[in-house]
């Protein structure tokens, strides 16, 4: 069987894409890797809070419902988005690992753990949770405590009675820096100094900023941002609870590290049994290699969400280089539904 359309990949951008696609006559299937709905989600530490409102969560067609706190919790993001994708019966496959694809003039050949299968079109939505990053710092590979990524973290219970150096300025570092000084003695480590939003700001804000900078350019005009850096760390109540315990007042950077802990910049020495790197993700794109020049951070070449060098190929939902705010459950509708309008008159010129 030849799709006209094969999704890869079954989160949040995977599911926008659909919402569209289930609109059109195209015959379309979702190829998830994971075990069950819900995306990348159930990879997220226990304790996450959403940065927005569920009314600022949510994907085209169906609001969020109401949660239980202002901020939806990963518990509940995930409820949304299996009830999501069983409210619009998508046809999907999971545990379904692309390995490889291939093109000829009629239709891709995608590669799988499982099985192949074969497509006119292909939307990449695999996002980034697989792909984490941990720079390479002096001495990275001589310490003997224990590391992780933010990608494996879970519970701040984990580390009680250790000593714990969380690494990164940003929302994931401040997070699980304010649920592990909970429990334990930590301390906070930083390229940059920390820059927080002022306590009123949230996702929604976030958003409208990012729609306007995108409508700016859209009509060639200059765009004003506001006061605050969007990419600062958002106060969602975990974080001002921990503002208010002090928690982040004192922050370094880290100049080596050593076999039992870290030597700041200012000189100094300080042990610690646990590294908590939350330093960010790459692009989950290997499996389009015989496709197409891939940079280190797995960027690829696009026009929008349109591959550049491969006719058929889009990508949805890795963020500000596929679209504005497409990497946010409210913002991936608007990249989905022009890309569901792209692949339409792509197969349409086709046939």
């Avoid at 599911?15 to 609109?23: D, I, K, Q, V």
């Avoid at 379904?96 to 099985?115: A, G």
């Avoid at 695999?126 to 941990?134: E, F, L, V, Y």
């Avoid at 729609?211 to 700016?216: E, G, L, P, V």
């Amino acid at each position: 069987m030849v799709y006209d359309v094969i999704i890869i990949g079954g989160g949040q951008s995977a599911l926008a894409c659909a919402y569209y696609l289930r609109r059109t006559s195209l015959k379309y299937l979702i190829l998830d890797a994971n075990k069950y709905c819900g995306g990348s989600w159930s990879q997220n530490w226990d304790n996450l809070d959403l940065f927005s409102a569920a009314q600022h969560s949510s994907l085209p067609g169906w609001l969020m419902p109401k949660t239980k706190n202002e901020y939806p919790t990963k518990e509940e993001a995930i409820d949304y988005l299996c009830k999501y994708e069983m409210r619009y019966d998508f046809p999907i496959k999971r545990e379904i690992k692309i390995t490889n694809i291939e093109k000829d003039s009629d239709f891709f050949l995608l590669k799988s753990n499982h099985e192949n299968f074969r497509a006119k079109a292909i939307i990449a939505a695999t996002g980034t949770q697989s792909k984490p990053i941990i720079p390479e710092v002096n001495g990275i590979k001589i310490f003997k405590g224990k590391q992780l990524h933010s990608s494996e973290y879970q519970k701040a219970e984990d580390f009680s009675n250790k000593k714990v150096l969380v690494v990164g300025e940003g929302n994931s570092g401040a997070q699980i820096l304010a649920q592990v000084s909970k429990v334990t003695k930590t301390k906070w480590a930083v390229q940059n100094k920390p820059e927080f939003l002022p306590d009123d700001v949230d996702g929604k804000d976030l958003f409208g900023q990012a729609s306007a900078k995108y409508k700016a350019k859209q009509q060639g005009k200059q765009y004003k941002p506001k006061n605050y850096n969007i990419g600062s760390i958002v106060m969602v109540p975990q974080v001002k609870e921990a503002r208010d315990r002090g928690v982040y007042a004192e922050f370094n950077a880290i100049d080596t590290i050593t076999e039992t802990g870290v030597k700041w910049s200012d000189g100094k020495h300080e042990e610690f049994d646990v590294i908590i790197w939350c330093t960010g993700f790459g692009y989950a794109t290997d499996y389009l290699k015989n496709l197409t020049e891939i940079q280190q951070d797995g960027k690829i070449s696009t026009n929008g969400t349109s591959a550049k060098n491969v006719d058929g190929l889009w990508l949805v939902g890795f963020g500000q280089w596929t679209g504005f705010a497409s990497a946010t459950l409210i913002g991936v509708g608007r990249s989905a539904r022009k890309t569901v309008s792209e692949i339409k008159e792509y197969l349409s010129a086709s046939e």
